[in-house]
Antibody
Framework: QVQLLQSGAEVKKPGASVKVSCKVSGFTFTNYYLHWVRQAPGQGLEWMGAITLSDGGTAYTQSLQGRVTMTRDTSTDIFYMELTRLRSEDTAVYHC???????????WGQGTLVTVSS | QTVVTQEPSMTVSPGGTVTLTCASSTGAVTSGCSPNWFQQKPGQTPRPLVHSIHNKHSWTPARFSGSLLGGKAALTLSGVQPEDEAEYYCLLFCGGTWVFGGGTKLTVL
């Protein structure tokens, strides 16, 4: 069955970086994308960007350009989202989300809480 | 940057019908915007309900339906149940990038 299993909670200081992982299994990667979505406490959902599962191509939201990088490890089927120069406003739950090509969003990872605090 | 707008809150009586909408600052929402709808209850991960305007997932109750209405994406709940009280988010690809709406808090009262 399809599974998106994320890494555990992180606590970081302002200015540091965080790398959240999402292990994907249960399906073949052709024509699928992995998106990253975050939700600050008490706030709405924010689309951060996406990576093509088959070839690693990426697209990021403009507001995070230069701070976010999405990568894949093809040997382990683990996908990563790294966010640098962390600020308190980056405190949020981060989710990986599968999209079947054509805009069909279906499976979500369980979420990873990243807390940025001095 | 594209802005996607939803009603901040709506209230409906049990058994009633309510329509939530989702507008894009780029203009009319079309099939090319690939509208998706999600339901989120407190403390839970968002649950996908509808994709590509009106297509439901296998787990989506029949009382939920998606459409295009007056240049917006719309989610209609017919025969609302108490358990439908939740936050509802739309997601659009209208401006060449994916953008979530701010969410609609639906109260069943």
């Amino acid at each position: 069955q399809v599974q998106l299993l994320q890494s555990g909670a992180e606590v970081k200081k302002p200015g540091a970086s965080v790398k959240v992982s999402c292990k994907v299994s249960g399906f073949t990667f052709t024509n699928y994308y992995l998106h990253w979505v975050r939700q600050a406490p008490g706030q709405g959902l924010e689309w951060m960007g996406a990576i093509t599962l088959s070839d690693g191509g990426t697209a990021y939201t403009q507001s995070l350009q230069g701070r976010v990088t999405m990568t894949r490890d093809t040997s382990t089927d683990i996908f990563y989202m790294e966010l640098t120069r962390l600020r308190s406003e980056d405190t949020a739950v981060y989710h990986c989300v599968r999209e079947r090509g054509g805009g069909l969003f279906d499976y979500w990872g369980q979420g990873t809480l990243v807390t940025v605090s001095s | 940057q594209t802005v996607v707008t939803q009603e901040p809150s709506m209230t409906v009586s049990p058994g009633g019908t309510v329509t939530l909408t989702c507008a894009s600052s780029t203009g009319a929402v079309t099939s090319g915007c690939s509208p998706n709808w999600f339901q989120q209850k407190p403390g839970q991960t968002p649950r996908p309900l509808v994709h590509s305007i009106h297509n439901k997932h296998s787990w989506t109750p029949a009382r939920f339906s998606g459409s295009l209405l007056g240049g917006k994406a719309a989610l209609t709940l017919s025969g609302v149940q108490p358990e439908d009280e939740a936050e509802y988010y739309c997601l659009l690809f209208c401006g060449g990038t994916w953008v979530f709406g701010g969410g609609t808090k639906l109260t069943v009262l």
